[in-house]
């Protein structure tokens, strides 16, 4: 069972825009920011979003990132097959003096 | 170019033991600090531990403290993972990971390829 609560799995046709979604506590996403990974498979995660909604450089600004209260959230716009991958979210939390994990979403384009 | 390469996984025996390398290059090695990061064979991921810079603080996740140990040796641009009492639960691909900023808040921004580490009889 995972700290951060994300959906298993979200699906779009090309084009399309979907969200997915990430839900915690005040020791985590509520007093931290949040960090999105995209995990393609067989491959090591790639830093998505950091910082709640800044992107690293390199990443489309297809993706962004928000974040209120305890949850935070990603947005993928005009989806593409090769956005076809595994994302997580992330943030640090000060209870357990680590960084926690959403449980994984798998995106499926359509 | 920030690069981490992991090395030392491999096949060991529930119970035993095994110790991850992860050579740092291209970044101040000693101004920055290290993580570990798992995951098991078609799960999500799972932090296992920090290190700061100096070395003097340490987090362990609770599913490892007591048994495992991080550590690094600056002047060698190297992090280590000492895994003892290892169990199958351990079966896991080990990253090595390096913040993309100077802090948690800016997120796991560099990764090493992994390391299998399979614990089985």
């Known amino acids: 069972q995972s700290v951060l609560t994300q959906p298993p799995s979200a699906s779009g046709t090309p084009g399309q825009r979907v969200t997915i979604s990430c839900s915690g506590s005040?020791?985590?996403?509520?007093?931290?920011?949040v960090n999105w990974y995209q995990q393609l498979p067989g491959t090591a995660p790639k830093l998505l979003i950091y910082?709640?909604?800044q992107r690293p450089s390199g990443v489309p600004d297809r993706f962004s990132g928000s974040r209120s209260g305890t949850s935070a959230s990603l947005a993928i716009s005009g989806l593409q097959s090769d956005d076809e991958a595994d994302y997580y979210c992330?943030?640090?939390?000060?209870?357990?003096?680590?960084?926690?994990f959403g449980g994984g979403t798998k995106l499926t384009v359509l | 170019e920030v690069q981490l390469v992991e090395s030392g996984g491999g096949l060991v025996q529930p119970g035993g033991s095994l110790r991850l390398s992860c050579a740092a290059s291209?970044?101040?090695?000693?101004?920055?600090?290290m993580n570990w990061v798992r995951q098991a064979p078609g799960k999500g991921l799972e932090w296992v531990s920090y290190?700061?810079?100096?070395?003097?603080?340490?987090y362990y996740a609770d599913s490892v403290r007591g048994r495992f140990t991080v550590s690094r040796d600056n002047a060698k641009n190297s992090l280590y993972l000492q895994m003892n009492s290892l169990r199958a639960e351990d079966t896991a691909v080990y990253y090595c990971?390096?913040?993309?900023?100077?802090?948690?808040?800016?997120?796991?921004?560099?990764w090493g390829q992994g390391t299998l580490v399979t614990v089985s009889s």
């Open positions: 990971a390096r913040w993309y900023e100077y802090s948690s808040s800016s997120g796991l921004g560099y």
């Open positions: 291209g970044f101040t090695f000693s101004s920055n600090s």
């Open positions: 290190i700061s810079g100096s070395s003097s603080t340490r």
């Open positions: 005040s020791s985590n996403i509520g007093s931290n920011n």
């Open positions: 910082t709640n909604n």
């Open positions: 992330a943030a640090w939390d000060d209870s357990l003096n680590g960084v926690v």
